[in-house]
């Protein structure tokens, strides 16, 4: 159940999993039968960030090969990107253009259909961002994002240059300033806004929270709820 951090009030059980990379499915109809599951491929050392184009394509990512890959609807597997910045989540924005956490460098990046990467973000005040993970779009072209930090052996440094594990929210437009949305949480790691654009969805890892938040018309958060386990 979701509670209040305020009230304490109970909150219906929602099934976070449907809402995770299925935004435009019929939530009446069964999602797959078990005996329905086939293995794919098993070349990959992890794979993070599943997201769905329009055309139903999923791209993924295989975050330590440094690799985007992309499985059609008509079930071929291919190389989508190499050299993908240690991509780990990744989410399709309303214009049909991949946006990624590359934490290679610890930047927000969108991916062209022909693989071009336009960088939309590198630091705050000069500050690397701690490694962004998992990553949202609204209607408006804003994006949320979570920026744990991870320690990577890539990495030359070993501390974080931003005080705070949190969770942000990158306007639409150019030159255009992220502001922090949630500082009361511990780790943040996975994100995700409801279909309708009402509600964000928060896992904390650390705390084995997910906190459910109400999305404002400026793209700030409030209200904040919350359901024990991951």
Same mark, same amino acid.
């Given at each position: ?39 794919? !491929? ?12 329009? !055309? ?30 240690? !991509? ?143």
């Amino acid at each position: 159940m979701f509670h209040s951090a305020h009230s304490r009030r109970h909150w219906p059980t929602l099934l976070l999993s449907v809402l995770f990379s299925l935004n435009g499915l019929d939530l009446s109809a069964q999602l797959f039968h078990q005996d329905s599951l086939k293995l794919i !491929a098993r070349q990959f050392a992890f794979t993070e960030g599943p997201a769905v184009d329009k !055309a139903g394509d999923i791209y993924f990512t295989d975050q330590p090969n440094n690799k985007i890959w992309k499985y059609s609807t008509k079930g071929q597997l291919s190389l989508f990107k190499d050299s993908a910045g240690r !991509a780990n989540g990744l989410y399709f924005n309303h214009q049909g253009q991949l946006l990624a956490c590359a934490d290679e460098k610890n930047e927000i990046w969108s991916i062209s259909k022909d693989g071009q990467v336009t960088v939309l973000l590198t630091a705050i005040d000069g500050k690397k961002l701690n490694g962004p993970n998992d990553i949202w779009a609204d209607k408006k072209g804003g994006i949320y994002f979570t920026d744990p930090f991870y320690l990577r052996d890539y990495w030359t440094r070993k501390k974080p240059e931003i005080a705070g594990q949190k969770v942000y929210y990158l306007p639409p437009g150019k030159a255009k300033k992220p502001i922090v949305v949630a500082d009361d949480v511990s780790k943040p790691n996975g994100i995700v806004g409801s279909p309708d654009g009402r509600y964000l969805y928060v896992a904390d890892i650390e705390r084995n929270k997910t906190y459910r938040y109400t999305i404002e018309s400026d793209g700030k958060l409030s209200g904040q709820a919350y359901r024990s386990g991951i």
